[in-house]
């Protein structure tokens, strides 16, 4: 339920007319029962002095595409009101032109394109405007009792709009029903299966009219609200296998490889036990917006092929004309219910594939809402795609510019809590991958922040927790592109003659069996990776010019490259790259401390600075320039390479 969160104390900090407008906005943005993910809008109409000194009445409207949570006064743009209301008077204007207009209206050159709506939000004669896409007022403009509720609830306070493409047609409407004003008693406007806008002469009168009105159509929705049927058991366990093929199959459809989360909590349970969830789930989202982030239905279980076919096939029949050339089809669905592996969303990125499930779960609480208002009923299919492909959203999708080059892709890294772990968990984030660090350092688990991250407490020698952390990469990202072995230790030197061989069996336990295990494991999923899957080894140069001393680890990482040629040989029919990185000196990681450092410089006669290059090229090697040449080898550089052994150590002579 939404409530007030205005705090006079703190609005009391934010003064003047735009710190006041960013202030309310934040307040709505931080309800995700108000707005989601760059949803709602806001503005302020103000005076501005120019350059010249001349005073000229402004629009201060939420950029495109910005989030309300987090905005800030750079988030608006600043238009000159009286071009933006002479817009209004037009009978019609091409989306595309109104955009390019509204850019010549702005005073604002380094700030951001003007909202969609921004002459809705001219042509509303009050001095803060408010919009949001509410659960509670959708639920009520999505059900076959919208108008009776809306009267109700509201009576003449609100004046209702039917649905209109958001754009030149939605700003022409709301001019033709606010031109002889509003009202004194008006407090709002509805657009039906779309959302609310509230007004007012102060931030505060316009946030608390939002809260209000959203409020009674809660009361409403929670008066009419049918009994939730009990959950069923949780999903069934299904191998990990079964998610990595279906998002193979999903990324095949897009063309570009996805991200894909699952869920199975008990609201998406519930849901998925609906009798009528093969029609409800089928009619549409909430709001037409919602399109471009979830597709105009839902994938009901995991026929990929049958569903991008019925796109297509949908997409000829009611497709926008004029806008069909500025972006591919793309038939691949973004949500997915089925009732064994649960809610599946799918994007571009991490970050995306969430936004889905949060837009797809409050679908879910306003079809459930609706059914007890008497049915789920938006606005219908064939109106959707006209959203999907419409030229304001060709325009934003331009700007936005070329995805990273990994993004879609999924890794795994072993021992990533530090060092050249941390360094390659940390490159494979940069560049856009979604990446699972498994160490047995608590400290993994926050190592990395945002939707791309999970990180992962295990005890690589521990079968079971490595096969149930593959698991989880599944259920979290979809699959498994990039596997990065390097979890290791490098015991304290001993001759041979003097070793304990209980520390012998622990290296080896960790640095070979552990990694054998973990390549086991790892196999199919890597075999279902859309790009063809890839494995990263760390090695070490001890693997070709051991040491005295240390007889474990060299023993240990000698084995490890053997099992990584092997692998080289066996997966490359299943399209998997497999190699080997051999770093040496590496003296950002945890093994080397002031006192090895200064005990290994003083066996070679050096200075610490002397000994972190002593290689042929005279260089410090770190985590970072092998995270790099790891980052290299999963990329289209070595696309045709497998097998390979790649030095990082600055060169030795030993080893040449």
Known sequence: ??????????????????????????????????????????????????????????????????DLADIDESGFSVLRL??????????????????????????????????????????????FVDHTHADAVVTLTNSPVAKAALEEVYGDEVVVIPYVM????????????????????????????????????????????????????????????????????????????????????????AGWPVVMTSHGDDQVMAFLARSDLDTVSQRGPVTPDHVIRTKPWPLLGR????????????????????????????????????????????????????????????????????????????????DLFDVEYWDLEQAKLRRRGGPPPLAGEVAFVTGAASGIGRACAEALLDQGAAVVGVDIAA???????????????????????????????????????????????????????????????????????????????????????PGGGRVVVVGSRNVHAPGPGAAAYSASKAALTQLARVAAFEWAADGIRVNVIHPDGVFDTGVWTADVLEQRAAHYGMSVDEYRSKNLLGVEVTSADVARAC???CGPAFAKTTGAQIPVDGGNRRTI
């Not at 939404?2 to 710190?19: E, Q, T």
């Open 303 to 382: 026929d990929v092929g049958a569903y991008s076919a019925a796109y297509r096939r949908y997409f000829e029949e009611h497709r926008h004309r004029a806008t069909t050339e500025l972006q591919p089809l793309d038939p691949a669905p973004r949500v997915i219910l089925d009732r064994e592996l649960g809610l599946c969303t799918v994007g571009r990125t991490a970050k995306d594939a969430q936004i889905v499930e949060d837009l797809y779960r409050h679908t879910i609480k306003v079809i459930t809402d609706a059914t007890g208002l008497g049915g789920y009923e938006p606005v219908p299919l064939a």
């Open 443 to 529: 400290t993994i688990e926050a190592a990395f922040a945002g939707p791309a991250w999970a990180g992962l407490q295990a005890d690589v020698t521990d079968r079971d927790a490595l096969a149930r952390a593959l698991e989880v990469t599944t259920e979290r990202f979809g699959g498994l592109d990039v596997l990065v072995v390097n979890a290791g230790v490098f015991p304290l030197s001993a001759p041979i003659g003097d070793l304990d061989l209980a520390v012998w069996e622990g290296t080896m336990a960790i640095n070979l069996d552990a990694n054998a295990a973990l390549l086991h494991h790892a196999h199919p999923l890597l075999r279902a990776s």
């Open 1 to 66: 339920m939404v409530r007030s969160l205005w705090d006079d104390d703190d609005a009391g900090r934010w003064a003047g007319d735009l710190r006041q407008r960013v202030y309310t906005s934040r307040l709505l943005g931080r309800d995700p029962d108000l707005v989601l993910h760059g949803g709602g809008n806001t503005s302020v109409k103000s005076r501005h002095t120019t350059l010249l000194g001349d005073e000229v009445d402004v629009l201060l409207i939420k950029g495109s595409g910005a």
């Open 166 to 253: 958001p754009g030149f047609k939605l700003a022409r409407a709301c001019a033709e029903r606010v031109r002889d004003g509003v009202g004194a008693g008006v407090i709002g406007v509805v657009l039906m299966n779309h959302g609310i806008f509230t007004f007012g002469d102060t931030a505060k009168e316009s946030y608390d009219r939002m809260i209000e009105a959203v409020s009674r159509a809660e009361a409403y929705v929670e008066r009419h609200r049918q009994e939730a049927p009990a959950p069923p058991p949780r999903r069934m366990t299904v191998a990990p296998v079964v998610r990595a093929e279906l998002r193979r199959a999903v990324s095949e459809a």
């Open 82 to 127: 009286d071009a933006v209301l002479r817009l209004a008077e037009l009978e019609s204007l091409p989306d595309a032109e109104m955009a390019r207009q509204l850019l010549l209206a702005s005073m604002s050159p380094e700030g951001p394109n003007p909202s969609v709506e921004t002459i809705v939000h001219a042509v509303l004669p009050h001095k």
């Open 631 to 633: 980052i290299a080898l």
